[in-house]
């Protein structure tokens, strides 16, 4: 457990460990110094990372806590380019401080959101009644027109069905004919001029009708008919009650799709319209960029220590080895 907060803190900071503990003791203080600020900054953007996935990206526990911790990465990433930089860089200070400025806006409008919760709320009601005005003659009249060509297409099989009914009770049964042929040999005898008898047998053919009683076979169409006036009884049944619930549904879906923007618009009303909502957003926005900018003051205005000494003195004598090895013999 020796130097274990210096053995983090050069881990977090992307320090040197062997290098810091063989320089002096300031080298060992700033990098206590950066891990502090640096801490500072990550617990923040861990809660703020933290509700924004849990708030806007509707994540899980677990999802959230991925999104705080790499929400942590990537402020160590960004806080590294100014711990690392061993020579003043006028560029990079005015890019950190730009990024900073951002930063800090964005951190501020999460944290309201999250302090102004029920302020934002209140103000979500009435914007929910807004859209919801809007929303419901359209989609109500979309299911009075889909029920009234339901009640016409009901209406229809109703009819053909007392119709068939009608036709049923006058003829529950069919008569089926079957004709028969059939024929009678008969014996005949004829007698000529000379009286001679001749006989001969004739086939007589004749022709039998015979009928039989079944059930109507449109008795069959009478339940099918029935099936499809259930079928449209429920489809009708189902649109009266979206109907009835429509309102309800369309606010459970809008407020299900409020987001991130929706509610910055209504935090920048509330920001606008209320000096005690101004000044708790600047208050926020002072901290953050306050931390944000902390390392950049510190090393803007610090003096290079043992340990930067040291790294360009290893530099310069890597350097020098490169000009003696490119040297001709």
Not at 100 to 117: C, N, P, R, T, W
Not at 174 to 199: C, E, F, G, R, W
Request: proline content about 2%; some cysteine; glycine content about 4%.
């Amino acid at each position: 457990m020796k130097n274990s907060w210096i053995r983090l803190g050069c881990f977090l900071t992307g320090y040197n460990y062997k290098i810091v503990m063989n320089s002096s003791e300031i080298s060992a203080m700033k990098v206590k110094q950066n891990l502090s600020a640096l801490m500072i900054v990550c617990i923040l953007w861990s809660f703020i990372g933290f509700s924004f996935t849990q708030r806007y990206l509707k994540a899980e526990l677990l999802g959230s806590i991925f999104g705080a911790i790499l929400s942590c990465v990537i402020i160590i990433q960004i806080e590294r380019q100014i711990i690392l930089s061993v020579y003043h860089n006028k560029y990079l200070y005015f890019m950190r401080l730009i990024i900073a400025l951002m930063m800090a806006v964005i951190g501020s409008v999460i944290i309201d959101q999250v302090i102004f919760k029920q302020d934002v709320e209140k103000r979500k009601i009435s914007s929910l009644d807004k859209e919801v005005n809007q929303v419901f003659p359209i989609k109500s009249e979309e299911l009075r027109l889909q029920t009234k060509y339901i009640d016409s297409t009901l209406s229809a099989k109703e009819a053909s069905r007392d119709k068939l009914a009608d036709d049923l009770s006058r003829n529950p049964t069919i008569k089926i004919y079957n004709n028969q042929s059939s024929a009678t040999p008969v014996l005949s005898t004829t007698t000529d001029s000379a009286n001679n008898v001749s006989s001969k047998t004739v086939l007589i053919k004749s022709k039998s009708t015979s009928s039989t009683s079944i059930p109507n076979p449109k008795m069959g169409m009478l339940e099918a008919l029935d099936k499809q006036i259930s079928d449209i009884r429920i489809q009708k049944m189902r649109k009266d009650n979206d109907l009835l619930t429509l309102r309800s549904s369309i606010e459970k879906d809008i407020k299900e799709k409020v987001g991130f923007l929706d509610e910055l618009k209504i935090m920048v009303e509330l920001i606008s319209e209320s000096i005690v909502a101004r000044a708790v957003w600047g208050i926020w926005f002072l901290i953050l960029l306050g931390l944000e900018l902390f390392i950049l003051a510190s090393k803007m205005g610090e003096q290079p220590n043992v340990y930067d000494e040291t790294l360009i003195h290893q530099e310069k004598v890597q350097k020098r080895k490169l000009e003696l090895l490119a040297k001709p013999e």
